[in-house]
């Protein structure tokens, strides 16, 4: 079945530094990906939506300037937290698809900013 | 895109069949309903989606009303690894669809 891969896993930092979490569809080109953070004992929201070569549709209320999203390629999109902060401690997911097929989610990356 | 209700949680004994029901009486014509899973501290695991038919794959089956008002997913024998919250969303399934996750069921189940 189809895989999406996103590294790293976890991820603990220092507050005000930047961090990059790389979203790969493994076995399939993916046309959309999609960035969600999901918080303790919510349920996932969606941050903002990314098609190959071109710039990411980023849903109400988040910040495009802080969230920066490169979709690069149909393999790989990249989600970076600049100048994070420990309110930026969350689970993000990224999700990849292809035309008329379902999403298909990474296992997602928890950030920590201490 | 269309509004879900589930119940929040449900209980199942192992080896038993899980029926997971879901409403969504808004829905459109055009939209889909898609199943998908989350075990704790995981990305969601998609399961299974229909139009109109049902449909089976080798994870569960997708029984959908005849009016498309509502709809059911069997696990036809729970294990304890299908312990998990359960999603039910509808969405359009166009080239920019998107998929709006509720609360949706924690399923529990039990030896």
């Known amino acids: 079945g189809a895989v999406v891969s996103q590294h790293p896993s976890r991820v603990i930092c220092k507050s005000g530094t930047s961090v990059k979490i790389e979203c790969r569809s493994l076995d399939f080109q993916a046309t959309t990906m999609f960035w969600y953070r999901q918080f303790p004992k919510q349920s996932l929201m969606l941050m903002a939506t990314?098609?190959?070569?071109?710039?990411?549709?980023?849903e109400q209320g988040v910040e495009k300037d802080k969230f920066l999203i490169n979709h690069a390629s149909l393999t790989l999109s990249t989600l970076t937290v600049t100048s994070a902060h420990p309110e930026d401690s969350s689970f993000y997911i990224c999700?990849?698809?292809?035309?008329?097929?379902?999403?298909?989610f990474g296992d997602g990356t928890r950030l920590s900013i201490l | 895109d269309a509004k879900t209700t589930q119940p929040p949680s449900m209980d199942c004994a192992e080896g038993r069949a899980a029926n997971l029901p879901c409403n969504h009486s808004t829905i459109s014509g055009n939209e889909y309903v898609y199943w998908y899973r989350q075990i704790h501290s995981q990305g969601p695991q998609y399961i299974i989606h229909?139009?109109?038919n049902n449909e089976t794959n080798e994870m569960a089956s997708l029984i959908i009303t005849e009016d498309r008002k509502s709809s059911t997913l069997i696990l036809p024998h729970a294990t304890l690894r299908d312990t998990a919250v359960y999603y039910c969303i509808v969405s359009s399934g166009g080239s920019n669809y998107k998929l709006t996750f509720g609360k949706g069921t924690l399923l529990t189940v039990n030896p």
């Open positions: 990314s098609n190959e070569g071109s710039k990411a549709t980023y």
């Open positions: 999700s990849a698809r292809t035309v008329d097929q379902p999403q298909h």
């Open positions: 229909g139009l109109k």
